[in-house]
């Protein structure tokens, strides 16, 4: 199991950017897939964006595509996620997720083992 802690999260104008961070424990953190998600209020949990255990496989959600970028820093079991050019429907709650030992990315959220808390997003107009 690997336990995951985000931060970054806050408040921030429509144009703004924010940086979400993800820290893992465990070993093997290069050979496990990572992924944000994000809930907004009444919504299912979607996909945002994903980045194989190498860094060299990277999957975007067509709604944050030239706006976010996702990366991963094996030496210090972090994953990213820049978010520039927000919007207020990109408000929600921004999950990190793992594939446990599996270096594969997905988009698919039933292929993600576990889960971090959460931390709020909220762009304002």
């Known amino acids: 199991q690997v336990q995951l802690v985000e931060s970054g999260g806050g408040l921030v104008q429509a144009g703004g950017s924010l940086r979400l961070s993800c820290a893992a424990s465990?070993?093997?953190?290069?050979?496990?897939?990572m992924g944000w998600f994000r809930q907004a209020p009444g919504k299912e949990r979607e996909f945002v964006a994903a980045?194989?255990?190498?860094?060299?496989?990277?999957y975007y959600a067509d709604s944050v595509r030239g706006r976010f970028t996702i990366s991963r820093d094996n030496a210090k079991n972090t994953v990213h996620l820049q978010m520039n050019v927000l919007k207020p429907e990109d408000t929600a709650v921004y999950y990190c997720?793992?594939?446990?030992?599996?270096?594969?990315?997905?988009?698919?959220?039933?292929?993600?083992?576990?889960w971090g808390q959460g931390t709020q997003v909220t762009v304002s107009s």
């Open positions: 997720a793992a594939r446990n030992r599996l270096p594969a990315a997905t988009t698919s959220r039933s292929q993600y083992d576990d």
């Open positions: 465990g070993r093997a953190f290069s050979a496990t897939a």
């Open positions: 980045i194989s255990g190498s860094g060299v496989t990277i």
